[in-house]
């Protein structure tokens, strides 16, 4: 008699069977050197580092830095998975910024909050960071454009093209988004930053930098010029109304009226944010830029008949400008895709999860590599080529979920991403307009620095021929 048959219960056709556990596959770890782990890999080439590690080991692997282990996802999948609500509920950022918080004597920072407490910074600084901030001012963008290229583009002149696109950006935001263009203090901002950046957040250097005089002094000019925005931010609190506010009077607003969620030791990191965010983004993208399309004479001459056609009949269409200039903006997708600054984003495991049948702790730091698919042929082909047309229908090849990710993925996709879609685009138009450039020595290619984010290096300089209008 078979009593296991004869003990089924009689509702057994109508059970849920119970789920199959999951198969867990063992994550592997990439060979790295002693010490030094991986470090010196990932710091030649953070972008192909990543594509490398992906093609050999697939979606999910271990990497060593400096004694640190990081598990890293990659790829559409890891690309995929940050937009979707498990996504949300298992990254955090929170323990990488925490180095930047604490040297600002801070609570919080946009960037290293999560959940809440991220979603209430986002709403006090989505107006101020919106291309809406902008709207009816683009003809007073080109002025302040062409003040900077005026300035720091000097016809025979070689120029330092990230290092003048730092004060571009910097004259931009800060009289757009501030109202004042502090440009006595970028040098400050640019060394404070790039100490925190690289000792407190991508600890791609050692801690003992922080001590160096030149640091200590940057960061005191910084704080200097952040005590002048909060006096001057309160000064226009009662002035101002509502509806006419800049990001910075939406914070000063925030800080008056809800002073737990926007703390007096809050203000400074918070007010001298864009200046930090601009230096380190627009300025490299907009440099790269530079680079591609003048590396490109057929995209400098479609660029040139486009720009010249929309600047031809005097005041811009805001409706209109970004469907004129078809080329550029094909240009700067793709230098975007080619030269990503958000190569990989930086998480922590909020909770246990399995990612791709592997298994990832709660805890554990994390890589999540989302310009991998940036250059895979299986979504764009011949990646190493320069093609503006790639985003254009039918191609479109941007549009396959999860391939394209220069702003990041997630909760933390960057908040200034309209607003920096126009401010890139407006500038790249009037500098190809305005000047006639060149590379400071024929057939040259670009040098690209990795620390703290990837982009052309300090060196790369053009000369200024002359001026096309």
């Known amino acids: 008699m078979n009593t296991a048959t004869q003990s089924a219960p009689s509702a057994a056709p109508h059970s849920t069977p119970p789920a199959a556990p999951v198969a867990i596959v063992p994550t592997p770890r990439v060979p790295g050197l002693p010490l030094l782990g991986n470090a010196l890999a990932m710091a030649k ?27 890293v996802i990659a790829g559409v999948e890891a690309a995929n998975f940050m937009g979707t609500r498990e996504g949300r509920d298992a990254l955090r950022s929170k323990e990488f910024w925490q180095g930047l918080v604490a040297e600002y004597g801070a609570t919080r920072t946009l960037t290293g909050e999560d959940g809440e407490s991220h979603k209430q910074l986002r709403d006090i600084m989505r107006s101020g960071y919106s291309k809406e901030s902008i709207k009816g001012r683009y003809d007073e963008l080109v002025e302040i454009t062409d003040g900077a290229l005026a300035r720091d583009w000097k016809t025979g002149q070689l120029v330092p093209v990230v290092e003048a696109m730092q004060y571009m950006v910097v004259d931009q935001l800060g009289k757009i988004l501030t109202g004042a263009a502090p440009l006595e203090y ?18 791609q250097r050692p801690k003992f930098l922080l001590k160096r005089p030149t640091y200590k002094n940057a960061k005191a000019r910084v704080y200097e010029l952040g005590a002048k925005m909060i006096e001057e931010a309160k000064a226009r609190y009662t002035t101002v109304p509502p509806e006419e506010r800049n990001l910075i009077d939406d914070v000063m607003a925030a800080h008056m009226e809800h ?8 203000l400074i990191i918070t007010l001298t944010g864009p200046y930090v965010a601009g230096l380190d983004t627009v300025a490299n993208t907009t440099a790269a830029i530079v680079y591609t399309v ?11 008949a486009e ?57 554990e730091l994390m890589y999540v590599g989302t310009s991998v698919p940036h250059f895979m042929h299986e979504y764009y082909p011949e990646p190493e080529k320069f093609d503006i047309d790639r985003y254009q229908r039918p191609r479109a090849e941007h549009l396959v979920p999860g391939v394209y990710s220069p702003y990041g993925r997630g909760p933390h996709t960057c908040l200034g991403k309209s607003l920096a ?49």
């Open 259 to 266: 002073p737990e969620i926007m703390p007096a030791q809050d």
């Open 186 to 203: 970028v040098k400050d901002i640019r060394t404070t930053i790039l100490h925190i950046l690289n000792v407190l957040v991508t600890r």
């Open 294 to 304: 003048l590396k490109h004479p057929e995209v400098k001459q479609r660029v040139y």
């Open 307 to 363: 720009v010249d056609a929309l600047f031809a009949g005097g005041t811009l269409d805001e409706e209109t400008m970004m469907k004129a200039i078809p080329s550029l903006n094909g240009a700067i997708m793709e230098t975007m895709r080619l030269y990503p600054i958000a190569v990989a984003q930086m998480r922590t495991a909020t909770k246990d999860f399995v990612f791709q049948g592997h298994q990832i702790k709660e805890g």
């Open 45 to 71: 080439g953070p972008a192909q580092f990543f594509v490398d590690c992906y093609r050999k080991y697939g979606p999910v692997f271990q990497v060593n830095l400096l004694g640190n282990d990081y598990k």
């Open 421 to 469: 879609e126009v401010q890139i685009a407006l500038s790249m138009a009037r500098l190809f307009y305005k000047l006639d450039l060149e590379f400071e020595t024929p057939n040259y290619v670009l040098k690209t620095k990795t620390a703290p984010t990837p982009g052309p290096s300090m060196d790369f300089k053009v000369r200024v021929k002359g001026l096309r209008h």
